[in-house]
């Protein structure tokens, strides 16, 4: 009896733990909170060729685990009005991300993210040190492809901004940032 008593009072002191998200997942795909706002060119489009999205109904909250006390991070939000989510998606390995994001002009993108910061639906991912778009010069870039249907996307999203480029194979897409302000 004494046994049960000490495991039970144990299990009840045990501290609550939130397994956090990557910090690079919400480095690029969640790095602002309300009113953070994006302006874009895409070259391609006949009916929006210049164009603002902006970040609404932005929440970080905690999920809860099947394990006592122990609860998972995430994000929601809206991006020009469609839904985003970026969480953690493990309750026991922290940093790492499941990701769901709606790019304008393109659709939406589905990505899972290991603790290393790598997504296995990207191909021909590589991290530049800086990157030039419009004559702004964007530190820490990261490229990657990502096949939507037949076509394949070349995404260019920089860190503490989020997306700052994104063009097709099939020149459907040619979308770059030319102003934006993030807001916390």
């Known amino acids: 009896m004494a046994v049960l008593a000490l495991v039970v009072l144990c299990s009840a002191c045990k501290e609550e733990y939130t397994t956090p998200i990557n910090p690079l997942a919400i480095s690029l795909f969640a790095p602002g909170g309300n009113d953070t706002y994006y302006e874009y060119a895409d070259a391609r489009s006949n009916e929006e060729p210049n164009f603002t999205v902006k970040v609404t109904d932005y929440s970080d909250y905690t999920n809860t685990c099947s394990e006592r006390k122990v609860y998972s991070q995430a994000i929601t939000y809206k991006l020009g009005g469609e839904n985003c989510t970026v969480y953690s998606n493990s309750c026991t390995e922290d940093n790492t991300a499941y990701i769901k994001v709606a790019v304008p002009h393109v659709g939406t993108i589905s990505l899972t ?17 800086s990157y030039d778009v419009n004559g702004v010069s964007y530190p820490k870039v990261h490229k990657f492809d990502y096949e939507i249907g037949t076509d394949v996307y070349h995404f260019f999203y920089a860190e503490n901004v ?23």
Not at 113 to 129: H, I, P, T
Not at 175 to 182: C, R, S
Request: glycine share 8%.
């Open 113 to 129: 993210m290991d603790a290393e910061g790598k997504c296995q639906e990207w191909s021909n991912y590589e991290v530049l040190a």
């Open 162 to 184: 989020g997306l700052i480029w994104v063009y097709d194979n099939q020149q459907k897409v040619s979308m770059k940032l030319i102003g934006h302000q993030i807001y916390s």
